[in-house]
């Protein structure tokens, strides 16, 4: 009996010793960064630049590229390098305990960090999490006249935005997803193809360009729905003038820490090709191998790799918005990372009404910041898929519903930067400066959003536009020291209705009653304001 047991505990060691984990491989310098300094187009595109220069942030050693030998080195060693990380300065390798010891021990190696943060796993129900199991898509077209999408655009006070021109137009989003099936051939679709709005896209999974593939899960191609659909007189997405990335990092019927390394590489590839915002309705704690799952305390938003990605991110100037997740009414409860880190704009899901939506996860984060940051419609959230409109439900849904929106602002305040957006989009949601665990901030309101910048540059200028009286019987006046050059008026759904003459008093007792929308362009800016007709 003790010869056996002898030969089982060795039996046991020797296998420990020979499982392998995903590790990543912290080099510690990068030699030949003078050479990208001397020549950054070589690594960045001038869109990229471009926004570095209008923000103000200068280069660092992160933009530079990871030195090819030491790649190469790893590889010597008989590893299988599929995954590198610029912005962290490493590769991520599998390697068994032994292994680990051998690479700390190398010159060029600064450290080795471990993906597995718990040994013995994070969770103990023993269930497989589902996070798409909130989707519950019902197909078919609409038969509304302007569109499925008004009500959930009107919620979060979008319409402003976009009768005043801002639909996005020159600001471009990667959507980080798990893939875009039908993106590349359905008609609602259509209309952001033939405008050369698609710029492009990679298949980090199977590192293909293969993005449309219909063996990709079509999670994405609904978020990218949300924003970019558009059906004649059946829906319109929230940005759907905007330019596109369509990444593909997440294997929808597996869990691997991997996805995370995916994640990173999409994000810094956004860097290059100079996005504006990055949307993702993917989380992470729960994995096949209990091994790499997260505990809530890991909630830190800099203890994960993908949070720590996603933070390098917001401060290369890309406004970073992600899903609170859908785990309200499962044992984890709580928000799930990237979402937990505090630079990462966090998005809530409530329903039509504005309660929160059941499932939508709770903050804060695991440190005590505030998340999620405010809140959209997650709730039977309508978008464009394929060749219908379609409605779904979870926070993967508000979270691009959001993102369109703040692709408007950014239009409107090209100069604004991320964290001056963040703190205008929370200071004028539903809530503030109170917060609710499931909605943060509140409901989103962009227009609200819009006047505030535009109220900043009025009060500069020394500006002013009043409307009086409102609601409007049969006249209203705009009370203004400033050259009047335009009146017109617009119905809820983005119709124009009215061109008035330009003059500061005004009949509409023709219209019918109801709520309108004015937008007043003077020689000095341009208002949009609501008015109720009686």
Same mark, same amino acid.
């Given at each position: 009996?003790?010869?056996?047991?002898?030969?089982?505990?060795?039996?046991?060691?020797?296998?420990?010793?020979?499982?392998?984990?995903?590790?990543?491989?912290?080099?510690?310098?990068?030699?030949?960064?003078?050479?990208?300094?001397?020549?950054?187009?070589?690594?960045?595109?001038?869109?990229?630049?471009? &926004? #570095?220069?209008?923000?103000?942030?200068?280069?660092?050693?992160?933009?530079?590229?990871?030195?090819?030998?030491?790649?190469?080195?790893?590889?010597?060693?008989?590893?299988?390098?599929?995954?590198?990380?610029?912005?962290?300065?490493?590769?991520?390798?599998?390697?068994?305990?032994?292994?680990?010891?051998?690479?700390?021990?190398?010159?060029?190696?600064?450290?080795?960090?471990?993906?597995?943060?718990?040994?013995?796993?994070?969770?103990?129900?023993?269930?497989?999490?589902?996070?798409? %199991?909130?989707?519950?898509?019902?197909?078919?077209?609409?038969?509304?006249?302007?569109?499925?999408?008004?009500?959930?655009?009107?919620?979060?006070?979008?319409?402003?935005?976009?009768?005043?021109?801002?639909?996005?137009?020159?600001?471009?989003?990667?959507?980080?997803?798990?893939?875009?099936?039908?993106?590349?051939?359905?008609?609602?679709?259509?209309?952001?193809?033939?405008?050369?709005?698609?710029?492009?896209?990679?298949?980090?999974?199977?590192?293909?360009?293969?993005?449309?593939?219909?063996?990709?899960?079509?999670?994405?191609?609904?978020?990218?729905?949300?924003?970019?659909?558009?059906? %004649?007189?059946?829906?319109?997405?929230?940005?759907?003038?905007?330019?596109?990335?369509?990444?593909?990092?997440?294997?929808?019927?597996?869990?691997?820490?991997?996805?995370?390394?995916?994640?990173?590489?999409?994000?810094?590839?956004?860097?290059?090709?100079?996005?504006?915002?990055?949307?993702? @309705?993917?989380?992470?704690?729960?994995?096949?191998?209990? #091994?790499?799952?997260?505990?809530?305390?890991?909630?830190?938003?800099?203890? @994960?790799?993908?949070? #720590?990605?996603?933070?390098?991110?917001? %401060?290369?100037?890309?406004?970073?918005?992600?899903?609170?997740?859908?785990?309200?009414?499962?044992?984890?409860?709580?928000?799930?990372?990237?979402?937990?880190?505090?630079?990462?704009?966090?998005?809530?899901?409530?329903?039509?009404?504005?309660?929160?939506?059941?499932?939508?996860?709770?903050?804060?984060?695991?440190?005590?910041?505030?998340?999620?940051?405010?809140?959209? #419609?997650?709730?039977?959230?309508?978008?464009?898929?394929?060749?219908?409109?379609?409605?779904?439900?979870?926070?993967?849904?508000?979270?691009?519903?959001?993102?369109?929106?703040?692709?408007?602002?950014?239009?409107?305040?090209?100069?604004?930067?991320?964290?001056?957006?963040?703190?205008?989009? &929370?200071?004028?949601?539903?809530?503030?400066?109170?917060?609710?665990?499931?909605?943060?901030?509140?409901?989103?309101?962009?227009?609200?959003?819009?006047?505030?910048?535009?109220?900043?540059?009025?009060?500069?200028?020394?500006?002013?536009?009043?409307?009086?009286?409102?609601?409007?019987?049969?006249?209203?006046?705009?009370?203004?020291?400033?050259?009047?050059?335009?009146?017109?008026?617009?119905?809820?759904?983005? &119709?124009?209705?009215?061109?008035?003459?330009?003059?500061?008093?005004?009949?509409?007792?023709?219209?019918?009653?109801?709520?309108?929308?004015?937008?007043?362009?003077?020689?000095?800016?341009?208002?949009?304001?609501?008015?109720?007709?009686?």
């Amino acid at each position: 009996m003790k010869k056996f047991l002898l030969t089982l505990v060795l039996f046991l060691f020797v296998f420990t010793s020979a499982q392998t984990e995903l590790v990543f491989v912290f080099f510690n310098d990068k030699p030949n960064k003078a050479a990208f300094y001397a020549n950054p187009i070589s690594e960045l595109t001038q869109k990229s630049l471009d &926004r #570095r220069a209008k923000y103000g942030i200068a280069l660092n050693d992160q933009d530079a590229p990871i030195e090819a030998t030491y790649i190469q080195n790893i590889k010597n060693l008989g590893f299988t390098v599929d995954d590198y990380s610029k912005w962290m300065n490493g590769v991520a390798v599998n390697a068994t305990a032994a292994q680990i010891l051998d690479l700390q021990s190398k010159s060029y190696v600064q450290s080795v960090e471990r993906f597995i943060k718990h040994p013995t796993g994070g969770k103990t129900t023993g269930e497989k999490v589902n996070k798409f %199991e909130e989707f519950n898509k019902t197909l078919g077209k609409t038969t509304f006249n302007y569109g499925s999408g008004l009500a959930q655009i009107n919620q979060v006070n979008l319409r402003p935005l976009h009768i005043a021109g801002f639909t996005g137009t020159g600001v471009t989003i990667a959507v980080i997803d798990t893939g875009f099936p039908t993106v590349d051939t359905g008609s609602v679709y259509a209309r952001i193809r033939n405008s050369g709005q698609i710029k492009g896209g990679y298949n980090f999974i199977d590192k293909s360009n293969d993005f449309y593939s219909m063996q990709l899960n079509n999670h994405g191609s609904y978020c990218l729905g949300v924003i970019a659909g558009y059906v %004649e007189n059946s829906f319109v997405g929230t940005a759907p003038d905007a330019d596109f990335y369509l990444y593909a990092t997440e294997d929808a019927g597996n869990e691997f820490p991997e996805e995370q390394l995916y994640w990173s590489e999409a994000a810094e590839e956004a860097d290059r090709k100079g996005v504006d915002v990055i949307t993702t @309705s993917l989380g992470y704690y729960d994995f096949d191998d209990s #091994r790499y799952n997260l505990l809530y305390s890991d909630m830190t938003g800099t203890t @994960s790799f993908i949070a #720590r990605a996603a933070q390098i991110a917001t %401060e290369k100037g890309i406004f970073v918005i992600a899903a609170a997740g859908n785990e309200a009414l499962k044992p984890w409860h709580y928000i799930i990372t990237p979402a937990d880190n505090q630079k990462v704009f966090t998005i809530g899901g409530v329903t039509a009404t504005g309660a929160s939506s059941s499932f939508s996860s709770f903050g804060p984060n695991a440190v005590g910041h505030i998340k999620p940051d405010a809140s959209a #419609r997650g709730s039977s959230t309508y978008m464009g898929y394929n060749n219908s409109v379609t409605s779904s439900s979870g926070t993967s849904f508000a979270t691009p519903l959001a993102a369109g929106g703040i692709a408007c602002l950014i239009q409107a305040t090209p100069t604004k930067q991320v964290d001056e957006i963040s703190t205008i989009l &929370r200071q004028n949601a539903s809530l503030y400066p109170n917060t609710d665990p499931q909605k943060g901030y509140g409901i989103l309101n962009f227009g609200k959003a819009f006047n505030t910048t535009l109220s900043t540059v009025n009060t500069a200028n020394k500006s002013y536009l009043k409307i009086y009286p409102n609601p409007v019987v049969n006249t209203f006046t705009i009370k203004t020291d400033e050259k009047i050059i335009s009146v017109e008026l617009y119905d809820t759904l983005g &119709r124009k209705v009215q061109s008035i003459k330009n003059e500061k008093i005004n009949n509409i007792e023709k219209l019918s009653s109801g709520v309108y929308f004015i937008k007043v362009q003077t020689d000095n800016n341009q208002y949009i304001e609501k008015i109720i007709k009686e």
